[in-house]
């Protein structure tokens, strides 16, 4: 679970206060200027310490990190359905069960309508609310801020945008106006952008120092719905002028790291630096794709770079996931698919992060394709239950990812629900793991009949995990992680698999199994149980973890033989 967070006495403007009536105390005391001068000095280092340890991202060793109060932080969480926030009356059951299973983060939705009913009168008090009731569940809070676009649709934008069409413009498809703002509408965007940066400026205001609130996430899978591109006037003309220089210079300095079908289509184009945009991309829907990934990557890195002004806090964006040859309009057009993150980056460097809403049943090569360089892997929503309790030992341990987050958890939350006994075991040994995602010594996987085993190379061994046997029955799924302790320790955690060790080079010494301790972690020291041998190790063959609960097994190998 999250830290206990002591609650300020004041924000900013209470803190400036204190300041200024110590000052009138030593005035009153005929203080002399010296001391004043030496005051201030003290004061100045701690307010750039209260900057420098806000939320961040950091790249450390092999892995980019959450930062959290200057220490690595492993999010285990969940979102809530898009309504449920929006009531703290609601809301007020609903915390316990998600302490009981285990999450140390919310993923909560925050739409526009409710935080600017009126154009330019803000009300906060939901946010407040909320922010309390997370404190007092000791729960940290990832913002989802719903505003021009949720689902490609705008249904949580304010209903004075809604209705005045003229100034703030809807996509056209097939020549009517649909319900979707159009990201070409400048009115919109700078609506869209001075309503965050209020929201983010409060946040800073009355939680700057506690940093119950970790992240945002800005909008939510936007894009077109219903065609490949915006048919308004502003996007047809748009669409017939020159494609941006800053993108084509984006893709010639970052040829080489470029998305492969991206690459393959701009090559397949002669690889133009100018032109129109069916010039530059050919005259598919895949050039009305990558066209409306830069207006909505435009618009989108302006509102969180005016939020980030406020209070600069990581900031992603969310995706919409289908197939590589499914046509865009069928998903949302221009959500940042892999094949046109590349496009996204062109467009800024605000947003932190691109992360897959991932529900696809192919979960590793999904995971794979998010996870590169410059972008690590964010798991804002994804399946949970059983699926979600196996899943989350990949992405943390292979992927050195950053969350874990299944979607609707305010219903499925319950303390028999798998998940939380993946998230309790995981709690117990976050401090390690997060120490060996950034050695790069860890790897997760997920296994089944289909898929039964996967190999590694870690600390000199070869390890061969393969579904666990028992009297010759074998399981069908498990799932876990195993990260290098030592020379020749490892630990396990997960259920129903087995592993095995060979050294590299392989001529050389055989491995055998010195010792199997089952046991747990309590305030990150090691409690050892039950030392496992016989039938428990396969006469000592192999490491088990039963496919009968989860469990955390420390092995320590020894060589022999020639």
């Known amino acids: 679970m999250g830290t206990v967070r002591s609650r300020p006495t004041g924000g900013p403007s209470g803190s400036r206060s204190h300041v200024l009536d110590c000052v009138t105390v030593m005035r009153t005391r005929v203080f002399s200027l010296p001391i004043l001068l030496l005051l201030l000095v003290f004061i100045q280092p701690g307010a750039r310490a209260q900057q420098t340890s806000l939320p961040h991202l950091e790249k450390r060793g092999a892995a980019t990190q959450l930062i959290v109060d200057g220490k690595p932080f492993l999010m285990l969480g969940g979102e809530l359905h898009n309504s449920s926030a929006s009531s703290l009356e609601y809301m007020k059951p609903i915390w316990p069960k998600l302490q009981a299973l285990g999450l140390n983060t919310v993923f909560t939705p925050l739409s526009w309508e409710l935080i600017e009913p009126r154009e330019g009168t803000f ?14 569940a000791n729960e940290h809070i990832v913002f989802l801020w719903l505003a021009s676009w949720k689902n490609g649709m ?61 992240m945002m996430q800005v909008e939510n899978e936007v894009g077109v719905l219903g065609d490949s591109r915006d048919h308004s006037p502003a996007a047809n003309a748009a669409f017939d002028g020159e494609v941006p220089a800053r993108l084509t210079a984006y893709l010639q300095a970052h040829r080489a790291t470029l998305y492969h079908s991206l690459r393959e289509l701009w090559d397949a184009n002669g690889d133009k630096t100018s032109g129109t945009w069916t010039e530059v991309f050919g005259n598919t829907q895949r050039a009305d794709e990558i066209f409306m990934a830069w207006q909505y990557a435009s ?25 590589e040859t499914n046509p865009p309009g069928q998903y949302p057009s221009g959500c940042p698919e892999p094949r046109v993150i590349d496009v996204w ?50 992405a943390l341990g292979e992927e050195a990812g950053i969350s874990f987050s299944p979607f609707g958890i305010d219903s ?8 939380a006994d993946s998230y ?9 793991l997060l120490v060996h995602q950034s050695a790069g010594d860890v790897h997760g996987f997920v296994l089944d009949r289909e898929h039964s085993t996967v190999d590694f190379t870690m600390n ?46 392989e001529s050389g010494p055989q491995a055998g199994i010195a010792a199997v301790v089952e046991g747990k972690y309590e305030n990150g020291q090691w409690i050892p149980g039950r030392r496992l041998n016989g039938d428990e190790n396969d006469q000592g063959g192999h490491g088990q973890f039963p496919p ?15």
């Open 345 to 394: 980056k062109a467009a800024g460097a605000s947003i932190d992060i691109y992360a897959p809403d991932l529900y696809a049943p192919d979960f590793i090569a999904w995971s794979r394709r998010f996870h590169r360089s410059g972008n690590p892997l964010f798991l804002a929503e994804t399946r949970g239950r059983a699926a979600g309790a196996a899943n989350v030992f990949y």
């Open 548 to 562: 009968r609960g989860e469990t955390i097994e420390r092995i320590t190998l020894y060589g022999y033989g020639q």
């Open 460 to 505: 000199g061994y070869t390890l061969h995990v393969g579904l666990e046997r028992s009297f010759g029955q074998q399981t069908e799924t498990g799932f876990g992680l195993i990260m290098a302790l030592g020379k020749n320790e490892f630990l396990g955690a997960g259920e129903g698999f087995m592993v095995t060790f060979t050294p590299r080079p």
């Open 424 to 432: 309790h075991l995981i709690a117990e040994i976050e401090p390690l």
């Open 299 to 323: 618009y989108i890195q302006a509102v969180t770079a005016a939020g980030k002004a406020e209070y600069n806090i990581p900031m992603y964006a969310n995706t919409w996931l289908e197939g």
């Open 123 to 136: 009300d906060f008090s939901l946010v407040d609310g909320l922010l309390d009731q997370a404190r007092a």
């Open 412 to 419: 499925e939350a319950s303390e028999t629900d798998p998940l």
């Open 154 to 214: 705008s249904s949580y934008a304010p209903v004075w945008v809604k209705e005045d069409t003229r100034r703030f413009p809807r996509v056209m498809e097939f020549g009517r106006e649909v319900e979707i703002l159009s990201p070409l509408g400048k009115a919109t965007e700078q609506a869209d952008e001075h309503a965050f940066a209020a929201l983010m400026s409060h946040i800073k205001q009355v939680d700057g120092r506690e940093h119950t609130v970790l």
